[in-house]
Nanobody, 116 residues
């Protein structure tokens, strides 16, 4: 099993910044990608950004140029730097870890609220 612990969510005004962290522990061997998803009330969970252990990144169009995903392979931690936040970024943000095999793992989620 892989445990994912997220931190860094909170309340921020529009235009502000937050940095989310997700630390993986447990059976981390085989993790080859981690990422962030979000889910707003009444909406489906959507990809925000992900990163492979080779360094390839992928972003949702809505966050390109504002959010940056990075990782620390030694600590098996992934970060999401969120700048120029907008009210529509308000959601629960979930960390995901994927291995070459098996089902992905999810964190418990962290709330991000952006006030206008």
């Amino acid at each position: 099993q892989v445990q994912l612990v997220e931190s860094g969510g909170g309340l921020v005004q529009a235009g502000g910044s937050l940095r989310l962290s997700c630390a993986a522990s447990g059976s981390i061997f085989g993790i080859n990608a981690m990422g962030w998803y979000r889910q707003a009330p009444g909406e489906q969970r959507e990809l925000v950004a992900d990163i492979t252990w080779g360094g390839s990144t992928n972003y949702a169009d809505s966050v390109k140029g504002r959010f940056t995903i990075s990782r620390d392979n030694v600590k098996t931690t992934v970060y999401l730097q969120m700048n120029s936040l907008k009210p529509e970024d308000t959601a629960v943000y979930y960390c995901k870890a994927a291995k070459f095999y098996g089902n992905p793992y999810w964190g418990q989620g962290t709330q991000v609220t952006v006030s206008s």
